[in-house]
């Protein structure tokens, strides 16, 4: 749980601005009976939306899209103040949501057409696979992107036809009421996107209701917390964990552009983004120049005020694991380039650039989820590759090279990478994201994120009859001899036929 820039009473929960510590606004802590309720009437607006034509709901999706575009000032101003990030990645982070609202909706229609499929050996038969609504659809968001994160499953889970109720983090949750109040306006059914509020006691009630399923976004440790509470009704869950993510830049790599991305990749949101760059390895030929590059571009960074690159770290308790993993770093032996564990005042931490890291150190292992950036220096691309994937995590991940640099993507145990670029696949709709091992599993964004929001349904549809009908109990005397017969010529050494001509053949 995330404390000191919220504070709760049994029936409200007050938000602060990190930066200021003014109070942002409060909202009701809403109990686990009220989750049900909100659960209940979701599944009523479920069953008329699941209804509707695709063509429909892109309409009313288009029209959420263009009211939250209108409100954009108010969102932005909101992301600002309640999460601490500055107004430009505020405004930022609202142009990255809308994209995703955008693209779920008009993707739907052909991520879910009905497949044909071929139905082998049954080759009298049409086999069918199509995709279904869900039907109520559980989202738990965090506090980093309170809005473009837990967009990401409930544009894609409202265009696959699901209703949505949305539990913020306790950090920022006022956010998620303004945009509950413009989806209450905007779409026909104001139970379409509800927002239930409080703090983990919420979040928890809200994973054993009756959703159908469950799309979290936060920590590994809730992560399984969920999981845990999920199990009770075998309710299906898509987790998005952290990262520990690598970048690699290689010797060809052209240096000034990795300097520029690894400090953006790794500083952007004051480091609290599940996809920032954790760590950097660099060939041994380049590592002084990089690492000097770097420096001097994380030297004209400005921490704080309207101006401000970074902002204030959201919550005091992010900035505690902060200071324990560069003091851990430091006292085994990591040289401080800018910044460090003094540099930090209040929620403000100054960018810090550490050398000679290795991976008996938290900030190398562990997610540390703030403005840092280690850089090891690595006497191969094998010793590179081989300490990228040396983690529990697989998120995402980025390659600096010249024209291998895609053999080395392709051997990053990852979900996600990025070549020549950093974080480019969360901007790109049309990929899935997620990650692997600790960094969770299921997928948002892309055609298998709207399928993730989808049961699967497959249809076996007897066209026209055939003498030989294996799902009857009137067989042929000699039928056990003719299969046996059947299995060697279709599926042994001296194969034949395929199966479904063979059975054409058999048909005549
Ligand atoms: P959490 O994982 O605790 O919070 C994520 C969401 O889960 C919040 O909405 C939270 O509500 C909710 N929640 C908390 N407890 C429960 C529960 N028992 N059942 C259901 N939902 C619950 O994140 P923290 O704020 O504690 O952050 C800790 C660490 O998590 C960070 O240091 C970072 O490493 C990682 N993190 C990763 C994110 C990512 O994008 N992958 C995002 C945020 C954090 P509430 O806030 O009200 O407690």
Same mark, same amino acid.
């Given at each position: *749980?995330?404390?000191?820039?919220?504070?709760?009473?049994?029936?409200?929960?007050?938000?602060?601005? &990190?930066? /200021?510590?003014?109070?942002?606004?409060?909202?009701?802590?809403?109990?686990?009976?009220?989750?049900?309720?909100?659960?209940?009437?979701?599944?009523?607006?479920?069953?008329?939306?699941?209804?509707?034509?695709?063509?429909?709901?892109?309409?009313?999706?288009?029209?959420?899209?263009?009211?939250?575009?209108?409100?954009?000032?108010?969102? +932005?101003?909101?992301?600002?103040?309640?999460?601490?990030?500055?107004?430009?990645?505020?405004?930022?982070?609202?142009? *990255?949501? #809308?994209?995703?609202?955008?693209?779920?909706? +008009?993707?739907?229609?052909?991520?879910?057409?009905?497949?044909?499929?071929?139905?082998?050996?049954?080759?009298?038969?049409?086999?069918?696979?199509?995709?279904?609504?869900?039907?109520?659809?559980?989202?738990?968001?965090?506090?980093?992107?309170?809005?473009?994160?837990?967009?990401?499953?409930?544009?894609?889970?409202? +265009?696959?036809?699901?209703?949505?109720?949305?539990?913020?983090?306790?950090?920022?949750?006022?956010?998620?009421?303004?945009?509950?109040?413009?989806?209450?306006?905007?779409?026909?059914?104001?139970?379409?996107?509800?927002?239930?509020?409080?703090?983990?006691?919420?979040?928890? !009630? #809200?994973?054993?209701?009756?959703?159908?399923?469950?799309?979290? /976004?936060?920590?590994?440790?809730?992560?399984?917390?969920?999981?845990? +509470?999920?199990?009770?009704?075998?309710?299906?869950?898509?987790?998005?964990?952290?990262?520990?993510?690598?970048?690699?830049? !290689?010797?060809?790599?052209?240096?000034?552009?990795?300097?520029?991305?690894?400090?953006?990749?790794?500083?952007?949101?004051?480091?609290?983004?599940?996809?920032?760059?954790? $760590?950097?390895?660099?060939?041994?030929?380049?590592? =002084?120049?990089?690492? =000097?590059?770097?420096?001097? %571009?994380?030297?004209?960074?400005?921490?704080?005020?309207?101006?401000?690159?970074?902002?204030?770290?959201?919550?005091?308790?992010?900035?505690?694991?902060?200071?324990?993993?560069?003091?851990?770093?430091?006292?085994?032996?990591?040289?401080?380039?800018?910044?460090?564990?003094?540099?930090?005042?209040?929620?403000?931490?100054?960018?810090?650039?550490?050398?000679?890291?290795?991976?008996?150190?938290?900030?190398?292992?562990?997610?540390?989820?703030?403005?840092?950036? &280690?850089?090891?220096?690595?006497?191969?691309?094998?010793?590179?590759?081989?300490?990228?994937?040396?983690?529990?995590?697989?998120?995402?991940?980025?390659?600096?090279?010249?024209?291998?640099?895609?053999?080395?993507? =392709?051997?990053?145990?990852?979900?996600?990478?990025?070549?020549?670029?950093?974080?480019?696949?969360?901007?790109?709709?049309?990929? &899935?994201?997620?990650?692997?091992? =600790?960094?969770?599993?299921?997928?948002?964004?892309?055609?298998?994120?709207?399928?993730?929001?989808?049961?699967?349904?497959?249809?076996?549809? %007897?066209?026209?009859?055939? &003498?030989?009908?294996?799902?009857?109990? $009137?067989?042929?005397?000699?039928?056990?001899?003719?299969?046996?017969?059947?299995?060697?010529?279709?599926?042994?050494?001296?194969?034949?036929?395929?199966?479904?001509?063979?059975?054409?053949?058999?048909?005549?």
């Amino acid at each position: *749980m995330a404390t000191a820039t919220s504070t709760q009473t049994p029936d409200r929960l007050t938000s602060y601005n &990190p930066a /200021t510590g003014e109070v942002v606004g409060s909202v009701p802590v809403h109990t686990a009976a009220e989750v049900d309720a909100a659960v209940a009437r979701a599944r009523v607006a479920a069953k008329a939306w699941g209804a509707l034509s695709f063509a429909a709901r892109n309409e009313e999706l288009t029209s959420f899209r263009k009211a939250l575009a209108e409100n954009a000032e108010e969102i +932005a101003e909101l992301l600002h103040r309640e999460n601490g990030k500055p107004l430009l990645e505020a405004y930022a982070e609202v142009m *990255m949501a #809308l994209g995703h609202v955008q693209h779920a909706a +008009a993707r739907a229609e052909e991520a879910m057409a009905p497949r044909k499929v071929s139905a082998g050996m049954l080759a009298n038969f049409k086999a069918t696979v199509s995709y279904h609504p869900l039907g109520v659809i559980g989202v738990i968001g965090p506090w980093n992107y309170p809005l473009f994160t837990p967009m990401g499953s409930i544009a894609y889970a409202l +265009a696959a036809g699901n209703a949505v109720v949305f539990k913020p983090s306790e950090l920022t949750p006022l956010l998620a009421v303004k945009i509950a109040e413009i989806a209450a306006k905007t779409f026909q059914l104001p139970d379409l996107l509800q927002v239930v509020t409080g703090a983990g006691a919420t979040g928890a !009630a #809200l994973a054993k209701s009756a959703v159908d399923k469950i799309a979290f /976004t936060g920590s590994a440790a809730t992560g399984k917390r969920v999981m845990m +509470a999920a199990a009770e009704r075998l309710t299906p869950v898509l987790l998005e964990l952290g990262g520990k993510d690598p970048m690699i830049v !290689a010797e060809d790599a052209d240096l000034a552009k990795a300097a520029e991305a690894a400090v953006f990749g790794a500083l952007t949101n004051a480091g609290q983004a599940c996809i920032s760059v954790e $760590r950097v390895y660099v060939a041994d030929a380049v590592h =002084d120049r990089f690492v =000097d590059e770097v420096v001097k %571009q994380v030297r004209d960074l400005k921490v704080g005020g309207d101006d401000g690159h970074l902002g204030a770290m959201t919550s005091t308790a992010q900035v505690a694991i902060v200071k324990d993993h560069l003091e851990d770093a430091i006292a085994k032996g990591a040289k401080v380039h800018t910044g460090g564990p003094n540099a930090i005042t209040g929620n403000y931490i100054q960018p810090t650039v550490l050398t000679d890291v290795d991976h008996r150190m938290k900030v190398m292992t562990d997610e540390t989820f703030g403005p840092v950036i &280690p850089i090891k220096r690595v006497a191969s691309l094998d010793e590179a590759v081989k300490l990228a994937n040396d983690t529990s995590f697989g998120l995402g991940s980025s390659v600096f090279a010249g024209k291998g640099a895609r053999a080395i993507a =392709d051997k990053l145990r990852a979900g996600m990478t990025a070549v020549n670029a950093v974080m480019a696949f969360s901007g790109i709709p049309a990929l &899935p994201f997620g990650g692997i091992g =600790d960094s969770g599993f299921g997928r948002i964004h892309g055609d298998e994120g709207i399928r993730e929001f989808t049961r699967v349904k497959s249809t076996a549809e %007897q066209v026209m009859s055939i &003498p030989m009908n294996m799902m009857s109990f $009137r067989q042929p005397k000699d039928m056990t001899k003719r299969l046996r017969g059947m299995i060697k010529q279709l599926y042994g050494e001296g194969v034949v036929a395929k199966a479904g001509d063979f059975f054409r053949k058999l048909r005549g």
